[in-house]
């Protein structure tokens, strides 16, 4: 079994920047694909962003490309997602999620979830 925690959610302004961090523990991730998504009120959860296990090769949904960051530390056993120029659309919780087979395509993908942090941008 795999526990992801995440932390780094709060209040921003808009235009403001937050770092979030994905700590597992039980076994280590290295092997591992990882994802964040998110979930705003009364929407669907969705795919925001996703690492391979090497690191090598990162995916991003449209809506966040070239403002979010996503890396690995897997000495650590951690994953973070960097998110800069936040706009009040980026409100939502985000979570965390692991793939043992290491495809990051989709949800049905992940295998372990983490509980989500809340990310608020103010307009």
């Known amino acids: 079994q795999v526990q992801l925690v995440e932390s780094g959610g709060g209040l921003v302004q808009a235009g403001g920047s937050l770092r979030l961090s994905c700590a597992a523990s039980g076994r280590t991730i290295s092997t591992y694909g990882m994802g964040w998504f998110r979930q705003a009120p009364g929407k669907e959860r969705e795919f925001v962003s996703a690492?391979?296990?090497?690191?090598?090769?990162?995916f991003y949904a449209d809506s966040v490309k070239g403002r979010f960051t996503i890396s690995r530390d897997n000495a650590k056993n951690t994953v973070y997602l960097q998110m800069n120029s936040l706009k009040p659309e980026d409100t939502a919780i985000y979570y965390c999620a692991a793939s043992i087979t290491g495809r990051t395509g989709t949800r049905s993908d992940y295998n372990y979830w983490g509980q989500g942090t809340q990310v608020t941008v103010s307009s």
């Open positions: 690492i391979i296990w090497t690191g090598g090769s990162t």
